[in-house]
Structure formats: structure tokens, C-alpha cells
């Protein structure tokens, strides 16, 4: 015996379609449809959200970027004015060791 034998009268060709058996798949049809759009709508908030963390990782990186930036300027400023008072004090030092 078929496992779908409503089905199998349907092709042997007895067309007449018993109403509870119609109204039994559009049920399954309406949660299928339910289904699909809920699937589609989580599918959409995914995207949504890759997005949303994609730009915010492009803006953490940028951010990043421009603090390595700053900090190589300041440690470049900071090394120029060591420079500036080790010079300063070895002058010093030579004036006083000269007189």
C-alpha cells in the first residue's frame, strides 16, 4: 500500500478532491508560507546585522589606524625633545667643564 493514497486516487484518476483533505494541505501550504516568510525575514535581519557589524569593524580599524598614527607622531615628538634637552645638557655640561 503507497504511503499518499489520496494522492494516488487523484492519478488513477478519480478527480473528486475530499474537502477535508483540501483544506488539510492549504493548512500546510499557509505554515509552509509562514515558514518561508519567517525564514526569509530572519535571513534578512542576518544580513542586516553583518552589515551593521561590517561597518562598525571598518570604523573600529580606521579609528585604530589613526591612533597608531598619533601615537608614532607623539613618540617621534617625545624622542625629538630628549634629543633637544640631552643636547641642551651636554652643552651645559661642556661650558661647565671648559671654564
Known sequence: MSDTPRTDDLARGNHVVPTEFA???ER???EARDYSRA???SLRDSQDEVLKLTFENR??????DEARF???????ASLDAIHLE?????KIM??????
Open 39 to 41: 525564514t526569509w525575514q
Open 70 to 76: 598619533l601615537l608614532k607622531q607623539a613618540q617621534s
Open 94 to 99: 661642556k661650558e661647565k667643564h671648559d671654564n
Open 86 to 90: 640631552v643636547g641642551g645638557w651636554i
Open 59 to 64: 570604523e573600529a580599524k580606521r579609528e585604530r
Open 28 to 30: 500546510e501550504l499557509n
Open 23 to 25: 483544506e488539510g494541505l
